[in-house]
């Protein structure tokens, strides 16, 4: 089955410094992968997306993220990051269940907490 | 606006009773689904329906129905026979298909004693 793998539980940063995020994937196929973000108390949204191209992505609030696929990676960064980004971050991997049926498999996330 | 309503924000019940979650969306997403989200476990699919009148069991249906009789409203219900129901439940939609991203609501948090 596939799975999703984020390697950090809780990341503690503060304000100013730099982020990195491990993602990995176990399906070998095509991919199309995502970054979600959980704000305290709010709607778990989009932070960025690949489907093709460049596999250089850039995200809303100055996110980014490149998919390696030789690696089966998905890393998510900011140069510096703001209390503001405190939050929980799940990366997650679309695929076909069969059928022409998709499902988005989520990794167990990654809790950031910026310091002022 | 457009989006995903799920209601009540937070549901009590005794153990033994089923309860139902209610989730509405006015995207006109064909596609939608319910997840369970448990403290370092993340998203894990129940459900999900990319029709109306149709849908498919995910990772963890196990103690869980669910019904699609209109495209706008996808409502789950949690019955006795699921063993751990305590959680944090969100419903999600899209358009059908690999390259689209799914929409959350706000959640319903169930806590069964």
């Known amino acids: 089955a596939q799975s999703v793998s984020q390697h950090n539980h809780h990341v503690i940063l503060s304000e100013a410094a730099s982020l990195e995020l491990g993602c990995n994937y176990s399906y070998g196929g095509t991919v199309n992968l995502f970054w979600y973000v959980q704000y305290p108390g709010q709607h778990l949204q989009l932070l960025l997306k690949y489907f093709s191209g460049d596999p250089l992505v850039k995200g809303i609030k100055g996110f980014e993220a490149e998919f390696i696929k030789s690696k089966f990676s998905f890393n998510l960064r900011k140069p510096s990051v703001q209390w503001s980004d405190t939050a929980e971050y799940f990366c997650a991997v679309i695929h076909s269940s069969g059928a022409g049926s998709y499902q988005l498999t989520f990794g167990k996330g990654t809790k950031l907490s910026v310091i002022p | 606006d457009g989006g995903i309503t799920q209601s009540p924000k937070y549901l009590f019940r005794k153990e033994g009773q089923n309860v139902t979650l209610s989730c509405e969306q006015n995207?006109?997403?064909?596609?939608m689904y319910w997840y369970r989200q448990d403290p370092g476990q993340g998203l894990r699919l129940i459900y999900y329906s990319q029709i109306v009148n149709d849908f498919q069991k995910g990772d963890i249906a196990e103690g869980y129905s669910v019904s699609r009789e209109k495209k706008e409203s996808f409502p789950l219900t949690v019955t006795s026979a699921q063993k751990n129901p305590t959680a944090f439940y969100l419903c999600a939609s899209s358009i059908p298909g690999g390259v689209y991203e799914q929409y959350f609501g706000p959640g319903t948090r169930l806590t069964v004693t």
């Open positions: 995207l006109n997403h064909d596609a």
